[in-house]
């Protein structure tokens, strides 16, 4: 009889390994050292455990802190809400926006940190064992990976209010790594489960440098043949001329004189696009089909030192950052997706800029439905996903052979979403 008073100290040291086992499941999954609010340590958040949550007693400027020993992290994942059950879900208020503040060593003796902002979905996710979701967490991705991270503040900005409970609450918190670096460049499904999707809007911290904005234009991006760099921004509309090609004459007595190499590096065989500038990956390509993480995910693609090609960039005024518009190839499919200008090494100047978002060269409604496409032409890989339905509305970014880059709201997914269609598909100005 005296050795079953270790079988309760038993049971609870395998509940333990099977909950830890359960949150391993996230890959790259970070130590967290603890994590605090204004009355002290939470251990509700670091149990995955969908029966306890933590809810906000105070409002403050800063809610939550993650403290970590100099960990890696490039997403954090977060069970939005008390999930014990629908009904506890319903009835407690859950975090709406966030505002998360990354704080890394730069080195040795430096501490710097970045900011952005969240809006985190309402669904409620079972339990634990519902794989299918993720586990029941949103996923929280950042632009960059950070290295040396201290800790991580989170303020709740917006809640969405439960029916009887007040104060916003969250089940459990996750960080990781966000394993960027990959063996052999191929292609990754996105771990954002659909169509439950986070979205960001991110504000730089004191040690990123904003690069000069261009100037509006209200003329339409013509893409180049050769692209005439031009690294300050002007108020001349953004067009590139194409170089017309001469009459043949007779051939001159005297052989000329080789000309300067070009600032745009020369297109290589195989794209399907007459212009842009070849860049490569310094990290793993996560990409949304817009440039802003209001659009959705179609995938993360490749490891660092892959060629891509940079067709256009977008700058986000209101939070200094560069989306790119690479083309690349997946599967024997050609593809135009946008990824933040952290991720790519390239001459920026010579990147022609497409209208800001928000300020479209056109916007019309489609004549009839139609495929989607993921660059001008069949060629590009078409979206299986969804259609573009008659009578969609349409903003035009871009148009290209015939074929205009439209930005919509994408009910299938709940989000905004860019393609390519035949101009012809659309009502006429």
């Not at 008390?82 to 879900?89: E, S």
């Not at 051939?251 to 590096?265: D, G, M, N």
């Not at 205009?404 to 035949?422: C, E, F, L, Q, T």
Request: proline fraction near 10%; glycine fraction near 8%.
């Amino acid at each position: 009889m005296k050795k079953l008073r270790f079988l309760p100290l038993l049971l609870l040291v395998l509940l333990s390994l099977c909950a830890t086992a359960l949150a391993a499941s996230i890959p790259g999954q970070q130590v967290i050292t603890g994590i605090t609010d204004a009355n002290g340590t939470v251990t509700t958040l670091t149990d995955d455990d969908t029966a306890t949550a933590w809810t906000q007693s105070t409002q403050g400027d800063v809610d939550l802190t993650i403290h970590m020993y100099r960990g890696t992290v490039g997403e954090i994942w977060i069970r939005n809400g008390y999930a014990y059950t629908q009904n506890w879900y319903n009835n407690y208020d859950r975090p709406g926006k966030v505002k998360v503040t990354v704080y890394y060593a730069v080195n040795q003796f430096t501490t710097s940190y970045d900011t952005y902002r969240y809006t985190l979905s309402d669904a409620y996710r079972p339990n634990t064992r519902s794989t299918g979701w993720n586990s029941g967490y949103q996923r929280l991705l950042l632009p960059k990976q950070y290295l040396g991270v201290e800790k991580i503040e989170i303020t709740i900005e917006g809640v969405i209010n439960g029916f009887s409970r007040t104060g916003a609450t969250i089940s459990d918190i996750v960080v990781a790594a966000g394993n960027h670096a990959t063996a052999t460049p191929r292609s990754y499904g996105t771990a954002t489960p659909r169509p439950y999707v986070v979205y960001v809007t991110p504000t730089p911290g004191p040690t990123q440098v904003p690069t000069s904005v261009p100037a509006p234009t209200d003329e339409p991006i013509v893409y180049p043949i050769t692209p005439i760099p031009d690294p300050t921004p002007t108020n001349t509309p953004l067009v590139y001329p194409v170089t017309p090609v001469p009459e043949p004459t007779e051939a001159p007595t005297a052989i000329p004189e080789p000309t300067a190499t070009p600032t745009a590096v020369p297109e290589p065989v195989g794209y399907p696009s007459r212009g842009g500038v070849i860049g490569y990956s310094n990290q793993r390509i996560p990409t949304r089909s817009g440039p802003s993480t209001y659009y959705d995910e179609p995938g993360s693609f490749y490891s660092a030192g892959h060629e891509v090609k940079v067709i256009s960039k977008s700058w986000d005024s209101e939070n200094d950052l560069w989306w790119y518009q690479l083309e690349f190839k997946i599967d024997g499919e050609w593809y135009r997706l946008y990824t933040t200008g952290y991720r790519i090494d390239v001459d920026e100047s010579a990147i022609p800029a497409e209208p800001p978002v928000g300020d479209p060269l056109d916007t019309r409604q489609a004549l009839v439905q139609h495929d989607i496409y993921y660059g001008p032409g069949e060629e590009y890989a078409r979206l299986n996903h969804y259609s573009l339905y008659e009578g969609t509305t349409c903003d035009i970014y871009a148009i290209e052979d015939d074929w205009a880059m439209v930005d919509y709201y994408n009910y299938a997914m709940d989000v905004k979403s860019r393609g390519w269609v035949p101009v012809n598909v659309l009502y006429p100005n």
